[in-house]
């Protein structure tokens, strides 16, 4: 195991840190020989943390900083996105010589130890402009002086969305333009945005994604799963958008993360996400939404498929490219 090398995550509050746990037991499915550490913040709940014991090697509580910046985060319609300031603190991890960030909303789908060979800073385009890097996987070096920089940075110049996504593309500003080797593949952050924005490509390519980015104001945990069907549901945002790396990530969740969960939480009830029979009657989300099921769509939906030049993108044709996937993934 190469102990001065480790992935990094970050969950400031119980919802993220539902995303963390699924990141890490799928990187410990696929093998890692690295570390597996997370961040967390103070209010993160004791059973959770326990959880996240279980699975990372390092689960270091860190105060939660934030831009504040209202105006900026107004512009991406995310006014929740100011405590991405807290990612800075994984500069601070100097236990470690190479690490790899990945936001608590990725999820792995292979073995992906080779992104240690980069350097600081690799990251792969982000979808919305591709000479920014999307900050929701990147290779550093932790270096107080690095971090002290950064501060220093942010508070001089701020944020230009406000989180730290904003900051950390004007600090690392040749990344557009130097050294090719910083740029990670796409399938290194497959945004699940990519794929209805360029549907062709991602059937193209989208066979090859080594990680999925659960990117956007809706996140997996926010709709509702029925283990018995394997049917993702609920929330207004179609569950259809993210695809089958929906189901990938609520499989992996119902399997490997809630029965830990279950045992933490003992007597006490918890959002389990899961609709449920008799067993757990007790633990389900009295409150989580009914909507349609996964495949019915909204004619907004409809339109917006339409518009997005594809009918049919749910469809067999792009499920047979997921299954082997899914088929490897579960076996
Ligand atoms: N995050 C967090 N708490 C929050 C918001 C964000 O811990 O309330 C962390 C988490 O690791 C998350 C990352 O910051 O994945 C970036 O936020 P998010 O993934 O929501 O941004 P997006 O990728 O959707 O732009
Ligand atoms: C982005 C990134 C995310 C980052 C956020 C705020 O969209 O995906 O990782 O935290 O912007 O800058
Ligand atoms: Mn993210």
């Known amino acids: 195991m190469a102990a001065d090398q480790a992935f990094v995550t970050l969950a400031t509050n119980d919802r993220y ?12 499915n696929y093998k890692t020989t690295k570390r597996l550490v997370v961040l967390i913040g103070p209010h993160v709940a004791d059973q959770c943390r326990s959880v996240l014991d279980s699975i990372f090697d390092e689960v270091c509580v860190v105060d939660v900083r934030d831009s504040g910046d209202t105006a900026h985060l107004a512009l991406m319609k995310r006014p929740d996105l100011g405590v991405t300031f807290t990612k800075l603190h994984c500069w601070t991890l ?6 790899v960030f990945m936001d608590a909303d990725t999820l792995v789908l292979s073995n992906i130890d080779e992104l240690f060979e980069r350097e600081e800073l690799s990251a ?20 107080n002086e690095t971090y002290q920089k ?3 940075f942010s508070s001089e110049n701020g944020s230009f969305d406000g989180g730290d996504q904003g900051v950390l593309n004007s600090f690392f500003n040749t990344w557009a333009t130097e050294d090719i080797s910083k740029h990670l593949p796409f399938i290194y952050n497959l945004s699940s945005i990519a794929i209805y924005t360029y549907l062709p490509a991602f ?18 945990w926010d709709y509702s799963y029925d283990p ?4 993702v549901r609920g929330h207004s945002m179609p569950p259809e958008r993210h695809s089958d790396f929906l189901v990938l990530w609520w499989k992996l969740y119902a399997t490997s993360v809630l029965p830990s969960l279950r045992l933490a939480y003992g ?13 757990h ?11 349609p099921p996964a495949l019915q769509m909204s004619s907004e939906e409809r339109k917006e498929r339409w518009e997005a030049g594809q009918a049919d993108y749910m469809g067999d044709d792009s499920f047979t490219h997921i299954e082997r996937k899914l088929d490897s993934f579960l076996k």
């Open 228 to 231: 018995q069907t394997g049917e």
């Open 267 to 279: 007597e006490t009830p918890f959002h389990t996400g899961c609709t449920e029979n008799t067993a």
């Open 94 to 99: 100097t236990q470690y010589s190479k690490c």
């Open 203 to 220: 059937k193209q390519y989208g066979h090859e994604a080594k990680v999925v980015h659960f990117l956007g104001k809706v996140k997996p």
């Open 124 to 143: 792969a385009p982000d979808p919305g402009w591709p000479d920014c890097f999307n900050s929701g996987v990147f290779v550093f070096r932790p270096s």
């Open 150 to 152: 950064l501060l220093t």
């Open 281 to 291: 009657a007790g633990m389900t989300d009295a409150s989580a939404p009914t909507t």
């Open 17 to 28: 840190a539902k995303g963390a746990m699924v990141l890490g037991q799928s990187l410990r």
